[in-house]
């Protein structure tokens, strides 16, 4: 089947113009934290996906349709509740370490945090890092 074409494509935007951008300067520092704990874990270079989610390295993801999409393998966006990091490998990989994460909110493949200093920092880049592995194994 044929790669489909989506809305949210990877721009040639700069990521970092983006992230100085972020007017919330608690907000920037998680985000340039995330940014050094995926690309740590990625060894990929950053990309602006659409106008605001920063996703690490490539991959074609094909859906039980047999549907194709080029896509990032982990990322994040700032929004302005909470940060959303995606998970590509979906969050039930890593129930027992999110049991301890702190405080936080889930969907199938997202985690949404408030602030970095809610949660275990260790633990999330423990579960940044499985995520990574579990996608390019």
Sequence with gaps: ?????????????????????????GMRADCLHLFD?????????????????IGFGTQICTYA??????????????????LSLYFMDGLQHHEKSL???GKHKIGKSC??????DDVDLDLLNTVISDSVKRVTK
């Design 37 to 53: 704990l995926m690309a740590q874990a990625t060894k990929a270079p950053a990309k602006l996906w659409g106008a605001n989610i």
């Design 99 to 101: 049991a301890l994460l």
């Design 65 to 82: 349709s047999g549907r194709e999409i080029d896509w990032f393998i982990i990322g994040f966006s700032p929004r302005k509740a909470h």
């Design 111 to 116: 985690l949404y945090i408030k602030a970095l």
């Design 1 to 25: 089947m044929a790669k489909a074409h989506l809305k949210t494509q990877a721009t040639d935007s700069s990521v970092t113009d983006f992230l100085a951008r972020i007017p919330d300067e």
